[in-house]
């Protein structure tokens, strides 16, 4: 993986969705975005980057959580470190290196900061119970590795975390498959839709007592 991968789909993710998160963001209750299959961290630094970048033009800062999970232990290890090579000079702005990292040695730490507001977490998502109240789900890369009623399975349950009015970004090679009723695309050619209808219950027939348990915070 690495930061901004497909720099044009996350300009226009910040562009639509986290535009309008924050614009339509009220009350208490935090922004709460779930990167599942997060691998070794750059993709949820990068959304968490946006999220910063999008606060500071609103001149805003609602509490934000951003959960990150995979199936590796190992993985979430390494991207809770936050430490990066010099080789994401090459992904990132000089502007944002200095504004969203540190520089030790011939290595980059991301700032506490941003670092803060990302929980790092073992999840599976076809196994585990979904997360709730999500604002936005980034799942890019991992669908294409499931076969079909997997990746159905995978699907329902990014539905069912999401909010009412929420967003979903898929991988490029990736879609909604069956559930284009329940989405609107925001833009099809970088795969982000806006969920329409909710799903009260995971519709996972294999889990059913998992599914009454599903979590709010983890």
Not at 42 to 57: G, K, Q
Not at 100 to 114: A, L, S
Not at 115 to 132: E, G, M, Y
Not at 159 to 174: I, R, V
Request: a neutral charge.
């Amino acid at each position: 993986t690495s930061f901004f991968r497909d720099p044009d789909t996350f300009e226009v993710l910040a562009e639509t969705a986290i535009r309008t998160i924050v614009a339509d963001h009220s009350g208490n209750q935090p922004i709460r975005v779930w990167a599942p299959g997060v691998a070794t961290g750059e993709e949820a630094y990068t959304i968490a980057i946006l999220f910063a970048e999008a606060f500071e033009r609103a001149r805003r800062w609602p509490n934000f959580k951003l959960f990150a999970t995979d199936v590796e232990p190992q993985n979430i290890e390494v991207a809770g470190a936050g430490v990066f090579s010099e080789a994401i000079t090459a992904e990132i702005s000089p502007e944002r290196l200095e504004q969203f990292f540190m520089k030790r040695g011939n290595h980059f730490v991301v700032k506490t900061e941003i670092r803060q507001s990302i929980v790092f977490a073992r999840h599976n998502v076809l196994d585990d119970p979904p997360f709730t109240r999500m604002d936005l789900v980034s799942c890019r890369n991992l669908l294409i590795y499931f076969k079909p009623q997997a990746q159905e399975r995978a699907l329902r349950r990014l539905q069912y975390a999401l909010a009412p009015g929420g967003f979903l970004l898929l991988g490029p090679s990736e879609s909604i498959a069956n559930l284009h009723t329940d989405f609107t695309a925001v833009s099809s050619k970088h795969k982000i839709y806006r969920i329409l209808r909710h799903v009260a219950l995971p519709l996972d027939a294999s889990s059913p007592s998992r599914a009454r348990h599903a979590p709010t915070q983890s």
